[in-house]
């Protein structure tokens, strides 16, 4: 059975990939943040107990800022491939702690990298790695952007994803590791977290839709951007691991649509009218903006035969109906007399 190591399972990534790994009779291990709140909702639903014969999921807990429980967890583990997707990934947080931004996201990577290679030389074995590089490191540069785009990183979380990757490209080089640097695109799902646009949005069409909430709040609605789901993508992270050559690839839907767009078509699909519920709140603009990213995935069609299932209008509806549901749900607690959460931001 084959092992793989995830950090950020907790995350919208972690959860997907973690679900399509187990379908595909790998034996999953995840790294979990201890937090003094439950922070597994998102994978609650593939755990089994460790005591349970069955069990191919199990946890960890760790940190990218903490190198030791990286090593520790790595000869526990003993992975064939791992995937770091643990991050700070919000690019507006960023810009408020910079330097723990840059600790977990570039100084984070670079810690498991070395774990990686002395965990390599001592036992022999030999371990893939993929790293969830982001569009954000393209940032200023014209579209489309493909794997020869220049970086013009534009936050200091895109500044920390451009350290990680040429982290990985050295040990790469360095140590002949199979490592894959993923160019990853904005990828959104019903798992999204609530901060990101699109799930800020699609949140407030369902409360609005439900009489929950009356107005929404945001930033830059001129940004444009390339969103795919995340199912989609977390599948190319896989067979990013199981390409013949370790290799750096864009994935992306190849179509981009601005932050107004995106509004126009939830409020449209849930029968609101956006003009009536949005308005504009300085405090979501950024110190520095990435204006317009489209991403070129054709060396991942070609190399590794991924494309797309889900374009815009697709992701849109999946969003919406699954926030109506949930805004449905949290109109039958309120009316049974429970507290539900009304926060919202960044
Ligand atoms: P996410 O939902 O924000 O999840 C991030 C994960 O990282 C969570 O599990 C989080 O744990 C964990 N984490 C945070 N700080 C950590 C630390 N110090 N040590 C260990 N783990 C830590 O992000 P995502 O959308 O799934 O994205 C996955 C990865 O892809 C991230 O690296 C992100 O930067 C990158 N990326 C995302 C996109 C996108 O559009 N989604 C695009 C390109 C690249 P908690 O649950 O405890 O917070
Ligand atoms: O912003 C604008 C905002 O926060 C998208 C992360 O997963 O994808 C994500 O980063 C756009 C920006 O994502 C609000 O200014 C307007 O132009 O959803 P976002 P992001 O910054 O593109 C990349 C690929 C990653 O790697 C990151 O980890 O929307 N915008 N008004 C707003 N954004 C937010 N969050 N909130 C607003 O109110």
């Known amino acids: 059975m084959r092992r793989a190591l995830i950090t950020g399972i907790t995350g919208q990534d972690g959860s997907y990939l973690a679900e399509f790994l187990l379908s595909k009779d790998y034996q999953v291990h995840g790294i979990v943040r201890r937090a003094s709140t439950f922070n597994t909702g998102r994978i609650d639903h593939l755990y089994k107990d460790s005591h349970d014969e069955e069990a191919r999921l199990f946890l960890h807990y760790g940190d990218l800022t903490d190198g030791s429980s990286l090593r520790r967890i790595l000869h526990k583990s003993e992975p064939d491939e791992i995937y770091n997707l643990g991050a700070q990934s919000h690019v507006k947080v960023s810009f408020d702690q910079a330097e723990y931004t840059a600790d977990v996201v570039a ?47 534009r936050s200091p979380y895109a500044a920390s994803k451009v350290a990680a990757y040429w982290y990985c490209v050295n040990y790469r080089e360095a140590y002949s590791l199979f490592i894959a640097n993923g160019m990853l695109f904005n990828h959104e799902s019903p798992l999204r977290g609530e901060t990101f646009v699109t799930r800020k949005i699609t949140r407030a069409v369902g409360k609005i839709k439900l009489g929950l909430q009356k107005k929404l709040y945001l930033g830059n609605l001129d940004a444009r951007r390339d969103w795919g789901f995340a199912g989609d993508y977390v599948e190319a992270m896989w067979r990013m691991l199981q390409h013949d050559t370790p290799d750096d690839f864009v994935v992306a839907t190849g179509e981009s649509h601005s932050v107004k767009e995106f509004v126009e078509a939830a409020f449209g699909h849930a029968g609101l009218n956006w003009a009536d519920h949005v308005e504009i709140d300085p405090r979501y603009l950024r110190p520095t903006e990435v204006d317009f990213l489209l991403g070129d995935p054709s060396k991942a069609a070609a190399a590794l035969g991924w494309k797309p299932t889900v374009k815009f209008d697709g992701l849109v509806k999946m969003m919406v109906e699954a926030d109506i549901e949930l805004a449905r749900q949290e109109a039958t607690l309120i009316n049974a007399g429970h507290r539900v959460s009304a926060r919202s931001g960044n």
């Open 107 to 153: 100084t984070g990577t670079l810690r498991l990298l070395e774990a990686v290679r002395d965990y390599c030389d001592t036992t022999g074995r030999k371990v893939k790695l993929y790293q969830a590089g982001s569009s954000e490191m393209f940032g200023a540069a014209k579209p489309p952007q493909n794997e020869a785009t220049e970086f013009y990183p």
